[in-house]
Structure formats: structure tokens, C-alpha cells
């Protein structure tokens, strides 16, 4: 077992890559990637494991922050080839992702489950042998009954207001959860809604 065997190392948001998917409701776990890294900043860039992925030093330890870049259905190939080049165990893993199932403005955090069907969870647990217990972290992007040209078109103009907020608070649970006992962290955010549009500013 090594040092890191209970704690989240590697955040891995899943999406497909290539500029045409960029702003996908598929790809928001990319998107709030991106907003971690611009929260934390003085992250290194590497390439390898079939990903694009980011080192820096938090609370005293290394945490990387990963991007795979096979297509959805494949992430699990990305995921596990960095666990296993890091030699870090499903423990350390978080993996941020769409979720039909939740409409925008919801974010669940839970430890294991079932895939509810997404193709990138199904690969990663596959990928894992069928190990399930890993955290995970949704972000509710609702549904529409074209499912696929839905989760591949970008968020409308209405959507994206609740949507950046969304990204925002999930790139804050997921630093927390760096540091944090994960019920807590659960406890915080799985009560929030921000599916409110409002003009007022926080203060």
C-alpha cells in the first residue's frame, strides 16, 4: 500500500477530445478541469497514458489532474494506464462527468455505484477489473430523447449561466475532496441547486 492509498490524487474530468467537442455538454468534465487548474494555477503539462495531464504540488503532495484523450467510451484505457504509471490505487481517483440523470444545476458526489449507463464509467470500471469504488463526481446536464446528439451539442445561452456556476462550485468540491473526509465534502455540495438564474452578484 503507498502513501497516497486513501486519499484523492488523480482528478481525471471526462469528455472527447478535439476542438469540435470543446464546448459539448459531453465534455464538462474537461471544462471544470480547466477551472481547477485556473483556481490553483503553477501546473505542469505532460503528455502520456493516451491523456493530457497536469502536475502540481497541493497541501504538501503531488496531485495530477488528467484529460483523457481517447473518445468517451475508451477513457477507461487512459485511466487506468495512469493509475498504474503513478502506482496509485482506484482510492485516489475522482472522475468528474455529465450525467443525464440530473438536471442542470445538481451535483451528486459518491463513492462506487453502478455506471447509470455512461459510456466513459463503464470503461473505467471494465478497465478496473469491475472495481467499482472509485469517487465519483456528476454534473447534471438533464436529457433530451435524442440522447446522443444531445450530450455532443453545446449548452444553449440560458443553460450556460447555471452551467458556469455549476463548474465553478464542482471545481471547488473536487479541491476540497484533495483535502477533506469525502462526507463531508458530500454533505456540502450534494444539497445544492443552482439551477436559479439571478442577476445578483455574490458578495
Same mark, same amino acid.
Given at each position: 500500500?503507498?502513501?497516497?492509498?486513501?486519499?484523492?490524487?488523480?482528478?481525471?474530468?471526462?469528455?472527447?477530445?478535439?476542438?469540435?467537442?470543446?464546448?459539448?455538454?459531453?465534455?464538462?468534465?474537461?471544462?471544470?478541469?480547466?477551472?481547477?487548474?485556473?483556481?490553483?494555477?503553477?501546473?505542469?503539462?505532460?503528455?502520456?497514458?493516451?491523456? =493530457?495531464?497536469? /502536475?502540481?504540488?497541493?497541501?504538501?503532495?503531488?496531485?495530477?489532474?488528467?484529460?483523457?484523450?481517447?473518445?468517451?467510451?475508451?477513457?477507461?484505457?487512459?485511466?487506468?494506464?495512469?493509475?498504474?504509471?503513478?502506482?496509485?490505487?482506484?482510492?485516489?481517483?475522482?472522475?468528474?462527468?455529465?450525467?443525464? &440523470?440530473?438536471?442542470?444545476? /445538481?451535483?451528486?458526489?459518491?463513492?462506487?455505484?453502478?455506471?447509470?449507463?455512461?459510456?466513459? =464509467?463503464?470503461?473505467? =470500471?471494465?478497465?478496473?477489473?469491475?472495481?467499482?469504488?472509485?469517487?465519483?463526481?456528476?454534473?447534471?446536464?438533464?436529457?433530451?430523447?435524442?440522447?446522443? &446528439?444531445? %450530450?455532443?451539442?453545446?449548452?444553449?445561452?440560458?443553460? /450556460?449561466?447555471?452551467?458556469?456556476? %455549476? =463548474?465553478?462550485?464542482?471545481?471547488?468540491?473536487?479541491?476540497?475532496?484533495?483535502?477533506?473526509?469525502?462526507?463531508?465534502?458530500?454533505?456540502?455540495?450534494?444539497?445544492?441547486?443552482?439551477?436559479?438564474?439571478?442577476?445578483?452578484?455574490?458578495?
Amino acid at each position: 500500500m503507498n502513501e497516497h492509498s486513501s486519499a484523492i490524487v488523480l482528478v481525471t474530468g471526462l469528455g472527447n477530445p478535439g476542438r469540435e467537442y470543446e464546448n459539448t455538454r459531453h465534455n464538462i468534465g474537461f471544462m471544470v478541469i480547466d477551472r481547477m487548474l485556473e483556481k490553483l494555477g503553477g501546473a505542469s503539462i505532460e503528455n502520456g497514458c493516451n491523456s =493530457i495531464f497536469y /502536475k502540481l504540488k497541493y497541501k504538501g503532495k503531488k496531485v495530477i489532474f488528467a484529460k483523457p484523450q481517447t473518445f468517451m467510451n475508451l477513457s477507461g484505457n487512459a485511466v487506468s494506464s495512469l493509475l498504474n504509471k503513478e502506482q496509485l490505487d482506484k482510492a485516489n481517483l475522482l472522475v468528474i462527468h455529465d450525467e443525464l &440523470d440530473l438536471p442542470p444545476g /445538481k451535483i451528486r458526489i459518491r463513492n462506487g455505484g453502478s455506471s447509470g449507463g455512461h459510456n466513459g =464509467i463503464n470503461s473505467i =470500471i471494465e478497465c478496473l477489473g469491475n472495481q467499482q469504488n472509485f469517487m465519483r463526481m456528476r454534473l447534471g446536464i438533464g436529457r433530451d430523447r435524442n440522447v446522443i &446528439d444531445y %450530450v455532443l451539442g453545446e449548452f444553449s445561452a440560458e443553460e /450556460k449561466v447555471i452551467i458556469d456556476r %455549476v =463548474i465553478d462550485k464542482a471545481a471547488d468540491a473536487a479541491i476540497e475532496l484533495l483535502k477533506a473526509p469525502p462526507a463531508a465534502v458530500m454533505n456540502k455540495y450534494n444539497a445544492l441547486d443552482l439551477s436559479e438564474i439571478t442577476e445578483q452578484k455574490e458578495i
